[in-house]
Nanobody, 114 residues
Framework: VQLVESGVGLVQPGGPLRPSCVASGFTFSSYAMSWYRQAPGKERELVARISSFCGVTNYADAVKGRFTIPRDNAKNTVYLQMNSLKPEDTALYYC????????WGQGTQVTVSS
């Protein structure tokens, strides 16, 4: 199982960013996918999750209404569409799936600053 994120960025407050995660080594369409984030000095937290077949989504309260988590099963890719970014969204963002155990990408840095 391999998860590779891309989309590292520095963005001004209020701006958008869309990191992506390409998965391999498992049947992508059959598994839920998640994005987590970890800010300096804080614990890793769940940001968004999308289920497998029905595409049901869940979001952390802090990002509801601003972030979405679309997936493209044909490309084995999950995205995190982030809009109206705030400085407190600054963190290392990780792609995640559970395939027997937790699998993590290497993380992609998102910095929101003017």
């Amino acid at each position: 199982v391999q998860l590779v994120e891309s989309g590292v960025g520095l963005v001004q407050p209020g701006g958008p960013l869309r990191p992506s995660c390409v998965a391999s080594g498992f049947t992508f369409s059959s598994y839920a996918m998640s994005w987590y984030r970890q800010a300096p000095g804080k614990e890793r937290e769940l940001v968004a999750r999308i289920s497998s077949f029905c595409g049901v989504t869940n979001y952390a309260d802090a990002v509801k209404g601003r972030f979405t988590i679309p997936r493209d099963n044909a490309k084995n890719t999950v995205y995190l569409q982030m809009n109206s970014l705030k400085p407190e969204d600054t963190a290392l963002y990780y792609c995640n799936t559970i395939f027997g155990t937790h699998y993590w990408g290497q993380g992609t840095q998102v910095t929101v600053s003017s």
